[in-house]
């Protein structure tokens, strides 16, 4: 792996590994050790990867895992905002590869990317003390089967790119957003950009909350990037976190898992 000369040029740092258990836990472990950060840690290979809610996130090789350690303060209610930046970044570097994805790819709330309706990617955002840590898991060459909603790889939609040349130009993409959201003084724009390459906003859908259900229409993001949704009593209600399923589609799982 290796880092786009404008990024590297920035100081960021790079530590690349063949094998770790996962990417997150390894950049968490340097953050309590006193690395400071802007630090990415890449795996050619995750033996513990893991998605959202303690989902495991199959890792084996050819595919993307990368982590991005900042230690720089943030605010807590920033951080819910960064799932949105990353997962521009992640846009952009996929398009900027394959640019003839283009209308192929889309986000769906709030940090996961579709090709033609099926997931190839997701986020994991984890926080500890003063550390963020930005996980990212891109199907390059293979995706696991037997999912709650469809999967898929750059190679099934006709796509050839290895981890290393993706890598390479999601280095630079990730800080171009970064800047772009100054540390949320920008997530104004950052909203707009991903509002612009989202699926799921202006229908109706189901989401699956811990303790209960809610149906209702996707209304819109509000400022801080909730799913605001309409309920059929007319009532809003705005929604931090959750599974959203499309009505139409039920196996369709629009929301990051």
Not at 71 to 86: A, D, I, M
Not at 98 to 121: E, G, I, Q, Y
Not at 122 to 131: S, Y
Not at 176 to 183: I, Y
Request: aromatic share 6%.
């Amino acid at each position: 792996m290796q880092l786009d000369p404008t990024t590297a040029a920035r100081g960021i740092k790079l530590i690349a590994h063949d094998t770790v258990g996962s990417t997150n836990s390894e950049a968490l472990a340097l953050a309590r050790a006193g690395e400071r950060g802007p630090l990415w840690v890449t795996a050619a290979r995750q033996t513990a990867g893991r998605g959202r809610r303690g989902n495991t996130w199959i890792s084996e090789p050819g595919n993307l895992y990368a982590s991005l350690l900042l230690t720089n303060p943030l605010s807590s209610p920033r951080v819910s905002e960064l799932p949105f930046v990353v997962a521009l970044a992640v846009h952009d570097a996929v398009l900027d590869m394959a640019p003839t994805l283009n209308s192929r790819v889309a986000v769906k709330w709030p940090n996961d990317l579709l090709v033609d309706s099926a997931k190839f990617a997701g986020i994991l955002i984890e926080t500890e003390d003063a550390a963020a840590v930005l996980g990212i898991g891109i199907n390059c060459v293979h995706h696991p089967a037997g999912t709650s909603y469809p999967a898929t790889d750059l190679a099934a939609a006709g796509v050839m790119v290895s981890p290393e040349q993706l890598f390479l130009r999601l280095s630079k993409t990730m800080f171009d957003r970064l800047d772009q959201w100054q540390g949320g003084a920008g997530f104004g724009s950052i909203r707009a950009d991903w509002l612009t390459r989202a699926i799921g906003v202006g229908t109706d859908i189901r989401v699956r909350l811990p303790h209960r259900e809610l149906a209702g229409h996707f209304q819109a993001l509000d400022e801080s990037g909730r799913l605001v949704l309409r309920l059929p009593d007319g009532s809003v209600e705005a929604v931090s976190a959750g599974e959203v399923f499309a009505i139409a589609a039920p196996d369709l799982i629009l929301a990051a898992r």
